[in-house]
């Protein structure tokens, strides 16, 4: 009895929560995006105001946390995190793997390459998450920003060997290796975070008013831009889309986020940090990862990979996960 | 106007591959080279266009090397080995340049 | 006697408007533009950063006024003021393509493709008119960015009609059809006009910091922008502006805000919305419709229509229509 | 190196118009084309230059087609029927390209 | 399709020339040109590209001419005047247009 | 025994104010972009962001100082300091270039094309200038804006005057001569300035949450993309760097900013002012100068004046000179 009625308060509470965020203005603009996209609308965001907005988003994210961290001081749980996060990156890879295996016909390269991005992660689909975090009421450490750049590159190591086991060869070496630990956005993510570890909540003042007030407003206007890729890119490609490919790119994510919650409990993560963990493993690259496939594995089809990931796995987790991954992270910390 | 033979190589890659294109070629001893950017296009793997992008894993450059003829075989070598196993375009044609010297 | 010192009380008025809005820091920057241009300067504003802030701009406003409608609930007035903007932007080019025949010795063609884009509105010109509300303290309904988005296309209809009655043919499909209503900024406007109905207050003070506050600021720039443009198109095409040509583009936003405030008269809009209407009537399109015509009208000639909607009827109501405009509605509605 | 003869088609044309070129070159079975920017120009419309400008009505593109010599007319014929009315400029080269299967 | 032989006569040269050089091109009778950005390249001076600039001090532009193959060396000298002491690259190269009263 | 008690708190306070300035957001962003780009990350700003970002912050910096002219009512020291500004801007280019002929095995022309940029100034020096006063809480004089503008062209005039007189000429001609005195970020900063002026502080409230509030933070963003550009720079050309233009690149601002100290005292500026034209007088242009030695002196090298000025000298001033300049400014004046 007792069971079933705070199964109810469990799914009334989730229910309340995804309608929030399916109603915030950020979804709304992302959604908005897809249709422009879809219905054929010439409305482009130019690339250059793109990349300012992520540079922007990527620094502000990143101060924020170190400004936590700064101001909390560092937590013995952080070292535990970031194991856990290079671990989720460089497994996940692996099982993304075998599911290709067993959902589609993909040959071995293409299914690595996809598999690549999904043990690396989505910053955006990250941000989004402390957005809900902070409507939510929810307190989260500072230092999930150092596990998330963390997350990036481990992935790229374990696709990389999925297809060396195979007979194409790929063109990895120490050029790419720098690329990739030295990638823009890890470079924004760890700087900016050890600014904001230097500075302090007194040097954050001084530049809240350009890096914390208008944030959540700015990431609109970046999810309207993301929806416009994203719905362009279906368009483009929803041919290579089969129901195998499909179900995969709604079915990784959940048994992502699932590996992420089991880790994140198992070194006592709290609910905000343990949801945060679980939309990492969830959330699947399409910035980082994809160019390193561009040069190591040109072989395998750009249009498979960024679709599966932009078009199908990004919108999933922003619109269903997130509530999803929320809902659940409160339950297992009993919140 | 004195004018001179040269040949025009114009190579069409995609962008993260344009630092070791670059490399290469100045390791073959290419010095002279121009980078223009190239906005969409088609071609086997469908097509695109610059704003349909987040980061530049899709972006493809254009880069274009005047040489003496004579040193066309060296540049072509060396950009093949590059370009091998990606999408590039290589094209080679004749053109005149002034200033000869500076080839 | 009475009606004289009325008048006088009106004229004070209109001219304190007046100041009022020539020395705002908004006019002030396109002025600016305007000058820098004019002399030569290499000032420029990079592409990229004038289509993002302009994608600000709609955004912000079209959220506003949703906002706005959610807050009021839907009024019966929107029904009405949409009708008289399309009939409005239908009707005021066949108006412009009479005068045209009349002041100036422009061929069918060219006549039609300017005709087109002074029935057609500038977005631009609605959100200085909304600020110069805003300054004066006047109300205005949230729908009017409806009534705006509805007003864009209508006018190259009429226009293409007048071509085609003539001898020469437009390329007129459904392509380009779609292309005109879901252009980019009507997108815009609808989709945040969408979103902020949805969100409502509360949603927009989430991102008021962004959207609301910096406003005003981010409107400076891009009408300094906008003035380098005018200012630039003035000084290559200034053997193009014979003097019929001047007199049209100074003489039709008068008539068209004069059509404009009957209309809005006749569905009893209150000073504030009549005076949008007045201003969308007034002003001419230097987007939407240009690219419609480079497509359905080539033979067309751009430094003729751009010239006079960006370099003349722009400016002309940015400094002086809009206080006209202003002390006209305030005073038909006996404000 | 082994080269192959093929045609260079360069089309600078309005940038509202890219859209319909596009996809008369797809329909008339061209594939393969990159999209570059011009950001300026004059002709006989005068002169005019990107930072100059609000909406796209005023720029224009660069469409580049490497073609095999026996495609060429069909691909000239495709150009022509949407550049007709318009302001386009059509250029055609020679050149020589490595790897002819891909064209 | 009809065609028409034209030289088309490409110059690369510091973005802080290119005013000059357009003017010196409209002031010797060369009305149609375009200009197409350059966003890197590499020469005897170095190699650079757009993102690492403040200014526009160190970029490049392309300029584009198609002319008729009569008027190529009015076209040569008066470039050349501007490119002279500049690290302008300057190319020329056979084409065939279509529509040859346009040029 | 005073004295050297007196000196100690003044060391204390120089020290203090190092650290202070060096652990503020804006000096750690640049940092990040410095190291960012020796690491040789692909980390890169977009062009046009950079521009558009340059526009704002030359825009906000032109208006603040318009608007505190127009509070604090025009002062006679304007026309001294603008004069001195000017003579400063002159005279500057003539001790670099004997400079460079004791420290440099540089040629005429190269000497001279070096000498030019050290005459001129760097605004974004001077922009970071005034944060570190703000910081600090010492005012300064509005019209130091118009100073800076007035000290942008006349060390161009020297440099090509020092190169007529050897054998190589010139092309200085009235369009580049028109182009100098009406390059973009002259325009900016006087127009701006203009309109603070007129706009006062009421119309600044009304634009104040977008160039005032924001400000530092837009800087800190800004100062992220100059680091890259330094470090960039610096890595391509650490072979032009001799060990005498390193010495040079250090040597030279203090002497700059000694002549401004000088010529500051003489017309009586306080602490604040006489800090800005120090630092005026030791930064060295990387903008306006570069684009003007190109078109005037091709044979000059970029790789070496563009090097120095902005990967040497700039870092120096960022980090360093600041603090120095401003313990100085106190100090001379007694404060
Ligand atoms: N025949 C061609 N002419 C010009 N550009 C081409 C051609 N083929 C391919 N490209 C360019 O190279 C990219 C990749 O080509 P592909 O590998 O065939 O998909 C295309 O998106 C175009 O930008
Ligand atoms: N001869 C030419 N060479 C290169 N580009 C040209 C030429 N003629 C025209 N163009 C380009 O086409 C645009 C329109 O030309 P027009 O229709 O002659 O005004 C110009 O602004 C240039 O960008
Ligand atoms: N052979 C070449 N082919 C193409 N572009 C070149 C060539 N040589 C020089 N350039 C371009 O011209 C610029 C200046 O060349 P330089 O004066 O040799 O340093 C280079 O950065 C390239 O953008
Ligand atoms: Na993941
Ligand atoms: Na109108
Ligand atoms: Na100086």
């Known amino acids: 009895m007792f069971g079933i009625k705070y199964m109810e308060a469990v799914l009334d509470d989730f229910l309340s929560l995804a309608t929030t965020n399916l109603i915030s203005p950020l979804i709304l603009s992302f959604v908005l995006g897809v249709c422009a996209a879809l219905g054929r609308s010439d409305l482009v965001f130019p690339e250059a105001a793109a990349k300012a907005l992520s540079i922007y988003l990527l620094f502000a994210i990143g101060m924020k946390g170190g400004v936590s961290v700064a101001d909390h001081g560092v937590d013995l749980r952080l070292g535990g995190a970031i194991i856990a996060g290079i671990i989720l990156s460089a497994a996940l890879p692996l099982i993304a793997f075998k599911l290709l295996g067993i959902m589609t016909a993909l040959d071995r390269t293409n299914a690595a390459a996809v598999a690549a991005h999904y043990g690396s992660i989505s910053i955006v689909t990250f941000v989004a998450g402390t957005s809900v975090l902070e409507s939510a009421g929810i307190a989260s450490d500072g230092f999930m920003v150092a596990v998330a750049a963390a997350m990036e590159a481990p992935a790229i190591l374990s696709a990389l060997w999925l297809i060396s086991r195979g007979d194409s060869e790929t063109r990895m070496d120490a050029t790419l290796w720098r690329e990739i630990m030295l990638n823009g956005s890890i470079v924004l993510l760890v700087g900016a975070f050890a600014i904001g570890m230097i500075v302090g909540k007194e040097g954050m003042a001084d530049v809240e008013s350009f890096f914390v007030s208008p944030f959540k407003g700015a990431l609109c206007l970046f999810l309207l831009d993301m929806g416009l890729v994203a719905g362009r890119g279906l368009r483009r490609s929803r041919n290579v889309l089969t129901l195998g490919l499909l179900g995969f790119g709604f079915l990784m994510p959940l048994i992502g986020s699932a590996a992420g919650a089991a880790l994140g409990l198992l070194i006592g993560l709290p609910a905000g940090s343990l949801f945060l963990l679980m939309v990492l493993s969830a959330s699947a690259s399409y910035i980082a990862v994809p160019a390193a496939m561009r040069v190591a594995v040109p072989e395998a089809d750009p249009g498979i990979y960024l679709t599966l990931s932009l078009g199908v796995t990004f919108p999933f987790n922003l619109t269903l996960g997130l509530p999803i991954y929320l809902a659940l992270a409160t339950l297992l910390t009993g919140g | ?103």
């Open chain 2, 1 to 103: 106007m004195q004018t001179h033979k040269a040949k025009r190589v114009a190579i069409i890659i995609e962008a993260p591959m344009e630092r070791r294109l670059r490399k290469t070629l100045e390791d073959a001893g290419v010095t002279g080279y121009s980078i223009l950017p190239v906005t969409g296009g088609s071609g086997r793997s469908g097509s695109w266009s610059a704003e349909g992008q987040v980061g530049m894993a899709g972006g493809m450059v254009q880069v274009v090397c005047i040489v003496k003829p004579e040193r066309l075989d060296a540049l072509l070598d060396s950009a093949f080995s590059v370009v091998e196993r990606h999408i590039g375009v290589v094209t080679v044609s004749d053109c005149e340049v002034l200033r000869a010297e500076r080839f």
